[in-house]
């Protein structure tokens, strides 16, 4: 990749934004510009998720665009959050746009909730009606109760608690150490929306368990606001005042299982294959090794010791071992989830778990490491290596 990341602009996350979508979308929009240095009429392009509701239409009409070079949208929601990067990117590398902004928006607490069980089946007249086209293995599972992400994430926590056969009381202990970790790096980061709220292990374990083995402090937050990035070329990037982050690698990598939600796959204890981190790493010219910070889509807790497993980070059935010993931590061997991640900043569809790698290699987290080059994954589905400008 021959781009650069140039400006973040994010809304405050909140229960309760009292902003229409298309509202908290242009704040987001017009911060990410002045973070850059840049104008509204320097845009030329907007990707985004095709289940944000608001369209480009919306924004360009209500920025008063004149025009539009590119429009991209990509599928699914916050697992192909890299690829929506990449797809940037490669319309920038391609000459088809010069300034790509790619924006979320969503009311995800105050609005629809995407955790709640109606939002896939529902009962009109006595009939149970299936609400969510996509995955269509919900037509199969719904009725059966398995209706949202984390019933089926904890399927996958038991399945990986199985196969490497983990007491009750390390599993725990490994899922635990994600939680009040990364709780730790919310409490220092003023935009997390659980700031101001402590976790320690015991109160991790006196949580009440939402589906097993998953307890309430596994889950991440649903959440309003709005978060936007400009990306440009690298060329540009160097000829601005801006502080650059450089994409040195990002992709999708679409399999049964990386594509929401995987029932059926062979193996539901790791999520992607190993040729996915080797394709990625390859392009970047870097190693696992080589990765100083790691953002990790973790909708729950479960997937970040996947993540960590599947793209190389550690040995197959060594996350208990890692977690409860602090690698994750900020004095760790491999820094996870700095600002807190989903669990405890807030849920919003991956694009702040990019933002904090942009974050860290500008020097500007709140929980700031030595890092020259960051990892994001999104459940595998879409990944990216950054580095420092």
Same mark, same amino acid.
């Given at each position: 990749?021959?781009?650069?990341?140039?400006?973040?602009?994010?809304?405050?996350?909140?229960?309760?934004?009292?902003?229409?979508?298309?509202?908290?979308?242009?704040?987001?929009?017009?911060?990410?510009?002045?973070?850059?240095?840049?104008?509204?009429?320097?845009?030329?392009?907007?990707?985004?998720?095709?289940?944000?509701?608001?369209?480009?239409?919306?924004?360009?009409?209500?920025?008063?665009?004149?025009?539009?070079?590119?429009?991209?949208?990509?599928?699914?929601?916050?697992?192909?959050?890299?690829?929506?990067?990449?797809?940037?990117?490669?319309?920038?590398?391609?000459?088809?746009?010069?300034?790509?902004?790619?924006?979320?928006?969503?009311?995800?607490?105050?609005?629809? =909730?995407?955790?709640?069980?109606? &939002?896939? *089946? !529902?009962? @009109?007249?006595?009939?149970?009606?299936?609400?969510?086209? %996509? #995955?269509?293995?919900?037509?199969?599972?719904?009725?059966?109760?398995?209706?949202?992400?984390?019933?089926?994430?904890?399927?996958?926590?038991?399945?990986?608690?199985?196969?490497?056969?983990?007491?009750?009381?390390?599993?725990?202990?490994?899922?635990?150490?994600?939680?009040?970790?990364?709780?730790?790096?919310?409490?220092?980061?003023? =935009?997390?929306?659980?700031?101001? &709220?402590? *976790? !320690?292990? @015991?109160?991790?374990?006196?949580?009440?368990?939402?589906? %097993? #083995?998953?307890?309430?402090?596994?889950?991440?937050?649903?959440?309003?606001?709005?978060?936007?990035?400009?990306?440009?070329?690298?060329?540009?990037?160097?000829?601005?005042?801006?502080?650059?982050?450089?994409?040195?690698?990002?992709?999708?990598?679409?399999?049964?299982?990386?594509?929401?939600?995987?029932?059926?796959?062979?193996?539901?204890?790791?999520?992607?294959?190993?040729?996915?981190?080797?394709?990625?790493?390859?392009?970047?010219?870097?190693?696992?090794?080589?990765?100083?910070?790691?953002?990790?889509?973790?909708?729950?807790?479960?997937?970040?010791?996947?993540?960590?497993?599947?793209?190389?980070?550690?040995?197959?059935?060594?996350?208990?071992?890692?977690?409860?010993?602090?690698?994750?931590?900020?004095?760790?061997?491999?820094?996870?989830?700095?600002?807190?991640?989903?669990?405890?900043?807030?849920?919003?569809?991956?694009?702040?778990?990019?933002?904090?790698?942009?974050?860290?290699?500008?020097?500007?987290?709140?929980?700031?490491?030595?890092?020259?080059?960051?990892?994001?994954?999104?459940?595998?589905?879409?990944?990216?290596?950054?580095?420092?400008?």
């Amino acid at each position: 990749m021959k781009t650069s990341i140039v400006g973040i602009g994010q809304t405050e996350f909140s229960k309760n934004s009292g902003r229409s979508e298309l509202k908290l979308a242009l704040e987001a929009i017009l911060a990410a510009l002045e973070d850059a240095g840049l104008e509204v009429n320097d845009i030329d392009g907007l990707v985004r998720y095709t289940w944000d509701h608001t369209t480009e239409a919306a924004i360009m009409n209500a920025l008063g665009l004149p025009k539009l070079n590119y429009y991209g949208e990509t599928e699914f929601g916050g697992v192909n959050c890299c690829g929506a990067v990449a797809q940037a990117s490669a319309a920038i590398q391609a000459g088809l746009a010069s300034c790509i902004v790619f924006y979320r928006t969503l009311n995800a607490r105050s609005g629809v =909730r995407y955790g709640r069980g109606e &939002r896939i *089946l !529902s009962e @009109e007249d006595g009939q149970l009606v299936n609400r969510q086209p %996509e #995955p269509p293995g919900d037509v199969y599972s719904a009725p059966f109760g398995l209706l949202v992400p984390g019933q089926h994430h904890a399927l996958y926590a038991q399945a990986y608690k199985g196969h490497y056969g983990l007491t009750d009381e390390q599993f725990t202990d490994m899922l635990g150490s994600v939680a009040v970790t990364q709780r730790g790096y919310a409490n220092n980061n003023p =935009r997390a929306l659980l700031r101001d &709220r402590k *976790l !320690s292990m @015991e109160e991790y374990r006196a949580g009440r368990v939402i589906t %097993e #083995p998953l307890r309430i402090y596994d889950y991440c937050l649903e959440t309003d606001g709005a978060l936007a990035l400009v990306i440009v070329s690298q060329e540009r990037a160097r000829a601005m005042s801006a502080k650059a982050v450089d994409v040195l690698a990002a992709g999708q990598y679409v399999h049964p299982g990386s594509v929401p939600m995987y029932l059926y796959a062979d193996k539901t204890y790791s999520l992607v294959p190993e040729e996915a981190g080797e394709q990625l790493f390859g392009r970047a010219g870097l190693s696992p090794s080589d990765i100083d910070v790691a953002m990790l889509y973790d909708a729950t807790s479960m997937m970040v010791p996947l993540a960590l497993e599947d793209f190389g980070f550690i040995g197959r059935g060594e996350a208990h071992d890692f977690m409860t010993s602090g690698g994750n931590g900020p004095n760790g061997k491999l820094p996870v989830n700095t600002h807190g991640g989903l669990l405890s900043e807030g849920y919003f569809h991956g694009l702040n778990t990019i933002a904090e790698g942009v974050r860290q290699l500008r020097g500007e987290s709140p929980n700031q490491v030595d890092a020259e080059t960051a990892f994001v994954t999104l459940r595998g589905a879409s990944s990216m290596v950054l580095g420092r400008a």
